[in-house]
């Protein structure tokens, strides 16, 4: 398992509430970031890709930079000063309707200027451009740029210019990934200490204080040769402590993340018993469609490691029954234990997602498993499965027709589904079965 660092960086910098994260959506023409009137709202570093004029770049979104005692900013702060370090281009935001340049801003441009780097001096809000703007020299930055984030004025032209400052040096490599992970979990669990350890760098900021993780932050790592994308995710409280504010954005962030990915990886504390929340995250994973492991983080802390583990295997299978095909790997993110099992099941998981299932080889596994156990009746109804084929990916999805679907019980859906895992090997992989009758009534299997 190895960090991927083959691809330049494009970094927006700024003090807080001057427009980056609305350029960043601008220059990805999506909503990928929050935007709030709040400062700070942006903490971690988030990274996009994005091809210009025929050149691929990961776009790089920045903490507000300025000075404060908070913990948190200044985690942030060190994240900023990373970001400097690693980019290859920089792009300095100000909010152009100012009329003075403040204390900060003035130090962020001696940093910028000393690392000597393509570097552009953006005006936002060019759309409400004041007549002098000569103030701005005195920043040092040669490179100028009128640009609207509201209204996309000078975005193509940014665009261009920040492509050929890009090292020509750099290798290309495809950056479409093998498999789009996403890690979920509440608040709290270690989804940001598992992000850091596998991209071996201080990615996303790690706190005690909940809800420090805002935007999605992606990592790109590659396992045996293939590109995989993983996202950190804000921690998901429980509904009715969710407003209408900053974090009731990042849920709709969250849920976009899980939308998209192949692979959806649920970290749980090994030190204490799964909550109603860590169960609704589960829920919101199969409801989705999507592959799923259970990471149990803190397995470092269980005593008696063996009598522990029996002991929290039946406690998982218990709390997560709902979704009893998905396998769990016991991890510690503090110390980076068993973080390459992690990463190899969700492999397996991944490649069983993608995988096309033969006709042939579903109606087997069907007509074996009916001889073994046939479909019990129901008063005068005997229902007959005749013909299986797979019909839909993510979730897997099989439709078996035969008679009488309607009568067919819980029990024998599930018998069936487990044969089907058995005989595919489909750990972590949803399932749905479809049952429909010769006259086209179908019937869905929960």
């Not at 990805?28 to 709030?36: C, E, K, N, Y």
């Not at 000063?81 to 792009?91: G, M």
């Not at 665009?159 to 950056?175: E, F, G, M």
């Not at 900021?205 to 995710?233: F, K």
Request: hydrophobic letters at 35%.
């Amino acid at each position: 398992m190895s960090k991927s660092t083959q691809i330049p960086v494009i970094a927006l910098v700024g003090v807080p509430n001057v427009g980056k994260s609305s350029l960043v959506n601008r220059l990805l023409g999506s909503r990928a970031t929050i935007i709030h009137d709040q400062s700070h709202t942006t903490r971690d570093i988030t990274r996009h890709i994005v091809e210009w004029e025929g050149r691929l770049a990961y776009l790089q979104d920045t903490p507000g930079f300025g000075n404060t005692k908070d913990t948190l900013t200044q985690a942030a702060q060190e994240q900023l000063a990373a970001s400097l370090k690693t980019a290859d281009v920089i792009l300095f935001v100000i909010d152009s309707t100012q009329s003075h340049i403040t204390e900060s801003e003035k130090k962020l441009a001696r940093t910028i200027r000393s690392l000597n780097k393509p570097t552009f001096l953006l005006l936002n809000k060019s759309d409400k451009l004041p007549t002098d703007t000569s103030h701005f020299k005195a920043l040092g930055i040669e490179n100028t740029l009128h640009v609207s984030a509201h209204h996309g004025e000078g975005i193509e032209e940014l665009k261009a210019l920040a492509a050929k400052s890009l090292p020509t040096t750099t290798t290309q490599t495809q950056l479409v990934p093998h498999l789009k992970i996403a890690i979920l979990g509440r608040p709290n669990v270690g989804k940001s200490s598992i992000i850091n350890k596998l991209g071996g760098e201080e990615a996303a900021i790690v706190s005690e204080i909940a809800g420090t993780t805002r935007d999605p932050v992606n990592i790109t790592i590659t396992q045996d040769g293939q590109q995989l994308l993983i996202t950190d995710t804000a921690g998901l409280r429980k509904p009715g402590k969710i407003g209408r504010d900053i974090e009731y954005f990042s849920l709709a962030r969250t849920r976009q993340v899980v939308d998209s990915a192949d692979v959806c990886v649920l970290v749980v504390d090994a030190t204490e018993a799964a909550t109603g929340q860590d169960q609704r995250i589960a829920g919101i994973i199969r409801e989705a469609g999507k592959g799923l492991v259970l990471a149990v983080n803190k397995s470092d802390e269980l005593t008696g490691e063996d009598r522990q583990s029996m002991r929290l295997e039946r406690r998982l299978q218990r709390e997560f029954e709902f979704v009893w095909w998905a396998p769990y790997v016991l991890i510690s993110a503090q110390t980076g234990k068993n973080l390459d099992k992690l990463i190899e099941q969700i492999c397996i998981v991944g490649e069983k997602t993608q995988q096309k299932l033969r006709t042939k080889d579903i109606n087997d596994a069907l007509q074996a498993a009916m001889s073994t156990q046939p479909p019990a009746a129901t008063g005068n109804l005997r229902p007959k499965l005749n013909y299986a084929t797979q019909t839909g990916s993510l979730p897997l999805e099989i439709t078996i027709y035969g008679t009488h679907p309607d009568s067919i019980h819980f029990s024998y859906r599930r018998y069936l589904e487990n044969k089907l895992r058995e005989k595919f090997d489909l750990q972590g992989v949803p399932i749905k079965l479809i049952f429909k009758s010769k006259y086209g009534h179908k019937l869905e299997n929960d």
